[in-house]
């Protein structure tokens, strides 16, 4: 977001923001709503909202390389849905140049396991052996067999600024991203310039930014940026899941082809094992 809407607020350190999110149970929603419906947005919250400010920056840039099997058996979870499920990505915090492995799995009953790790910067795009020992134990507690981390190599990029907000009463936070890109191996992909993802974090009463995006006519939406992205990119996927989304804010995407060399496919260094 731009850095006059979010001058106004004052700010929030990442551990103040981390112990409030600490103190509650939270529901997470998701938006997808034109960008101008988001600057609205914080033009509208009150002063008392505050915002997450590390070194003087207001929003950051952020990439995620998501790792699938050939038979994209990540994705396929996703769409069905089904109970048992993950999701294995790295996620680099690119203003700062850390990078941590996330490894977020559901079990048979429910329950979401996610586990995070720091993992070296320059080795995002592939996996380690030790971050392959960590997915094949995810596996097999989700009753995946664990060989299958063996399979597993880089299919999305996602690449997003975002900024990070905290209600004047504590009890809501809200991300908003922006300047939304997804770049597949090869380097096509496909931008969401005028498009903005909006998450809140809330006990399960609505939020302040809730309520003021369900009164300019905004509800919660089914999104996932690996598998809504790569449903947008191929349309033989299954994509009833997200059916809405590509027919509508997605379906104005703007398709890019790179001259980048395929990065994220390059063989692992023989230092690389961890």
């Not at 590390?54 to 929003?59: L, S």
């Not at 997605?250 to 094992?273: K, S, Y």
Request: net charge positive.
């Amino acid at each position: 977001m731009s850095t006059p809407l979010l001058a106004r607020f004052d700010s929030v350190t990442l551990e103040e923001l981390v112990m409030d999110a600490a103190l509650l149970t939270r529901v997470d929603r998701k938006y997808v709503v034109p960008r101008q419906t988001a600057a609205r947005l914080l033009e509208t919250l009150d002063s008392g909202t505050r915002v997450l400010e590390i070194d003087g920056a207001r929003d950051f840039a952020y990439e995620s390389v998501y790792f699938d099997t050939p038979d994209l058996l990540s994705f396929r979870m996703a769409a069905q849905p089904r109970r048992r499920r993950f999701k294995l990505r790295t996620r680099t915090y690119l203003d700062v140049g850390s990078a941590y492995l996330e490894i977020k799995t559901r079990g048979a009953r429910g329950t979401t396991v996610k586990e995070r790790s720091e993992y070296d910067l320059r080795l995002r795009r592939v996996l380690t052996d030790g971050a392959r020992d960590d997915a094949a134990s995810a596996f097999d507690a989700i009753g995946v067999a664990g060989s299958r981390a063996d399979e597993l190599a880089a299919t999305l990029t996602t690449r997003y600024r975002r900024a990070t907000l905290l209600t004047s009463d504590g009890a809501g936070r809200a991300t908003i991203d922006t300047e939304l890109r997804w770049e597949q191996p090869g380097g096509s992909g496909f931008a969401l310039p005028g498009i903005a993802i909006v998450e809140t974090k809330s006990p399960a009463a609505a939020s302040r930014i809730d309520r003021l995006l369900w009164r300019a006519g905004h509800r919660p939406a089914t999104v996932s940026k690996y598998a809504t992205g790569l449903a947008a990119l191929h349309s033989e996927l299954p994509r009833n899941r997200w059916a809405r989304l590509l027919r509508g804010p997605f379906r104005g995407a703007d398709a890019f082809e790179t001259d980048r060399p395929d990065t994220t496919r390059t063989e692992e260094p023989p230092c690389a094992a961890a």
